[in-house]
């Protein structure tokens, strides 16, 4: 069994950056699609962005393209830099990963999570 684990979260002011890292454990996702998705208080699990195995295409939810990047560098570690962070981003963040990146992004359904970071933005 393969565990994500998710790195990198704490408070930071508006307009401030944090850069989470999410860590496979125990096995490599070699072929897996990787995203991220966020839960604010009181409020459903959301979709945030994703990046595919075979050419590292990326997704975004459109409130935050052009703010958060999703990069990874092998096959064991995803990254989200999330800049100009506006308290509307606070939530935990959750890694994920799943075979098919449709299922990240549109099913919202993936075989792995990643236990969540909190990230909270004060205004």
């Known amino acids: 069994q393969g565990q994500l684990v998710e790195s990198g979260g704490g408070l930071v002011q508006a307009g401030g950056s944090l850069r989470l890292s999410c860590a496979a454990s125990?096995?490599?996702?070699?072929?897996?699609?990787m995203g991220w998705f966020r839960q604010a208080p009181g409020k459903e699990r959301e979709f945030v962005a994703a990046?595919?195995?075979?050419?590292?295409?990326p997704y975004y939810k459109d409130s935050v393209k052009g703010r958060f990047t999703i990069s990874r560098d092998n096959a064991k570690t995803v990254y989200l830099q999330m800049n100009s962070l506006k308290p509307e981003d606070t939530a935990v963040y959750f890694c994920?990963?799943?075979?098919?990146?449709?299922?990240?992004?549109?099913?919202?359904?993936?075989?792995?999570w990643g236990q969540g970071t909190q990230v909270t933005v004060s205004s």
């Open positions: 994920a990963a799943d075979r098919q990146v449709h299922s990240i992004v549109l099913l919202g359904t993936p075989d792995y």
């Open positions: 990046i595919t195995w075979s050419d590292n295409t």
């Open positions: 125990g096995r490599t996702f070699v072929g897996y699609a």
